[in-house]
């Protein structure tokens, strides 16, 4: 159940798919996600843009808070960049639900590289009350 849920959101998240961001595992609670650098997501210094590494880690966030089900949406995140990541680097985002109480969340997120940390990173989630995880629709 987690895992098709998983794979509806992702059907729908087209700025992942044309990234190449890949949902490598599922679990309550729990996502590791991935995503190589290409060329085109370089700074002016030639390092990976931080935009880049914080929208990998916040897809990741995104696929473990909604392994529950309801709508979860984020709240609040912050990340710390500790090293940088080059072109042709493979990076991968794991998630980790640290606590959920009623509607909140707080996960905690870590992106490595071929160095070793990349970031780290915390987000606060929502869950919308009343409102199912919708059914993947089919595009023309």
Known sequence: MVRARAE???????????????????APGR???GMLVTGDMVNGHGITHGGYVFLLADAAFAYACNSHGPVTVAQAAQVTFL???????RLTAEAVERVRQGRSGVYDVTVTGPGGVVAEFRGQSVSLAG??????????
């Open 8 to 26: 509806a959101m992702y059907a729908r998240d087209l700025t992942c798919q044309t990234l190449g961001v890949t949902l490598d595992e599922v």
């Open 131 to 140: 409102n199912p995880f919708p059914a993947p629709t089919v595009q023309e």
């Open 83 to 89: 090293q940088p990541a080059q072109v042709g680097d």
């Open 31 to 33: 996502a590791v996600l």
